[in-house]
């Protein structure tokens, strides 16, 4: 019954004279609200075409001039330069400290003692903190203490929340300054490499990377070489130990630090932790290897059977970052690269040959980089790819850059300029890196500059004076029989790679 009287209820309500005309008030009320919102929309899309533009008649502001945050540059007594950056946007603080080593320095005949040593320094605790303690210490209060040595530095850092910046900076100083080098971590890490070794053949992309500079700074130079099961068995304890207290000195050391605290007060935690560190007056600055070009051209090949694309590289020696002609040479990398560059058109757009394809200057602070062009291609074209790379590298130094192709090759590096300084810690990391290889300061803005100076004849000049197209080495990485038309229409010898991994212990000879 109450089910029957609900129904006749909502019938009621529905056939309401009054309820219809209101209803068709609402109706109407909501059509001429429709309508004026389309008539709105209409008029407005009209007035937006009518002063829309062209994307080449748009008129943009002129870039902001940058400006870098506050900090502060000291020396303590010990020799180690501190660079301090307040930021109390968050209550984060963070540090990293820059030393003058890298896994160039390590003997031949030990590759790969560097990185340990960088990895164990962390890993293997330290005189007052087992590694468990330092893990669980740091756990609790969302905080880490990280060391590395790479080619060329060696680096531990920090990062703490503001209450705990005290706690985590001395176990920081404590790493640093104490580390005891675990035998079971260093082990631990031994087995991690040799199973990095065994995998290193499974991505033909590393495959061409690694064998490329090789073909470049030679097999047994400092910036080519690679560990190998043996040199990794013949590193001990005692070799992370000597090679610390080689370099692990505080006149050795840049340390930077950012975030949210007060200057004067991290100075005084500065001192109390790392000040009484001493120095060793005898530490020289050391001897860096020499670079010279391996191969001075050649093609040179590494099979395998089961790739359908092959990876390509070709390229030189190339400079260093302090060349009078960075900024030229940048402005180049511009013509050539990105949407709307040379090879792009060329290569990918107009040949089809491949979706990436790059050439690029890439210098480095204190030793020649490489000059390095490349891609990949279907393994049928891979012939015609490396032709079309070498024809567009003799046609930057040939042809003049047209004023279109000048204009956005500048833009583009000047726009991408602010970028550089998104975040304070850029700039500081900026600021370290420069006096750790004793670049100016200002080197940055200087070579904004000299971007914003260069002509098409500087791009076209310094494209005949570096670019060396009868150095160029060329290593394709892929399938032997799948490349059709062969390599030999490249050169007439072409040079195989053995990429096989050396056992730990040579094999007896029958």
Do not use: C
Request: hydrophobic letters at 35%.
């Amino acid at each position: 019954m109450q089910q029957y009287q609900s129904k006749r209820q909502m019938l009621f309500k529905i056939q309401n004279p009054k309820s219809k005309i209101q209803n068709r008030q609402r109706l109407i009320y909501a059509l001429v609200i429709a309508f004026a919102f389309l008539l709105f929309t209409f008029n407005f899309s009209q007035a937006a075409t009518a002063a829309a533009k062209h994307y080449t008649e748009l008129q943009l502001p002129p870039l902001p001039e940058i400006k870098l945050p506050k900090y502060e540059r000291f020396v303590l007594q010990n020799g180690m330069v501190v660079y301090l950056m307040e930021d109390h946007e968050l209550p984060l603080v963070g540090g990293t400290a820059l030393l003058r080593t890298g896994s160039r320095l390590e003997p031949a005949d030990k590759v790969g003692l560097a990185e340990f040593t960088g990895e164990v320094m962390r890993t293997g605790g330290t005189k007052k903190h087992s590694p468990d303690e330092l893990n669980e210490i740091l756990e609790q209060r969302a905080a880490s203490v990280e060391t590395g040595i790479s080619e060329t530095s060696g680096s531990a850092s920090f990062e703490a929340l503001t209450e705990d910046l005290e706690t985590v900076f001395g176990l920081f100083a404590e790493v640093l300054r104490e580390p005891v080098f675990a035998q079971e971590k260093l082990d631990l890490a031994k087995t991690q490499e040799k199973g990095s070794i065994a995998r290193r053949n499974d991505n033909p992309n590393s495959i061409a990377s690694r064998e490329f500079r090789k073909l470049i700074y030679g097999k047994d130079s400092p910036y080519a070489r690679t560990t190998e099961y043996a040199s990794v068995e013949q590193i001990s304890r005692a070799d992370l130990l000597k090679f610390y207290q080689q370099y692990f000195y505080p006149n050795n050391i840049i340390l930077g630090i950012l975030g949210d605290f007060d200057a004067k007060k991290m100075r005084s935690l500065i001192q109390a932790k790392l000040g009484d560190w001493q120095p060793n007056p005898k530490l020289a600055k050391p001897q860096l290897p020499q670079v010279s070009q391996a191969k001075t051209g050649g093609v040179f090949f590494v099979n395998q059977p089961q790739l359908t694309q092959s990876n390509i590289y070709i390229g030189h020696l190339g400079g260093k970052l302090d060349s009078p002609d960075y900024a030229a040479l940048d402005v180049l990398n511009g013509v050539l690269n990105g949407f709307g560059g040379r090879l792009f058109n060329e290569v990918r757009s107009r040949q089809g040959l491949a979706y990436s394809v790059y050439g690029q200057w890439s210098p480095r602070y204190d030793y020649p980089g490489m000059f390095i062009a490349g891609g990949q291609t279907r393994s049928q074209t891979t012939v015609q790819f490396v032709k079309a790379l070498q024809a567009e590298i003799k046609r930057i130094q040939a042809q003049r850059v047209t004023p279109q192709e000048l204009a956005f090759a500048k833009e583009s590096t000047l726009n991408s300029f602010v970028f550089n300084f998104e975040d304070p810690n850029q700039t500081i990391s900026r600021l370290m890196r420069y006096e750790y290889y004793g670049y100016p300061a200002d080197f940055l803005f200087r070579y904004q500059k000299a971007v914003a100076a260069t002509t098409a004849a500087d791009v076209q000049r310094v494209a005949k004076q570096y670019l060396k197209p009868e150095n160029l080495v060329t290593l394709v990485v892929g399938n032997q029989t799948a490349i059709q038309p062969p390599l030999t229409q490249l050169a007439s010898q072409v040079t195989p790679i053995d990429v096989t991994i050396p056992p730990s212990q040579p094999q007896a000879k029958n």
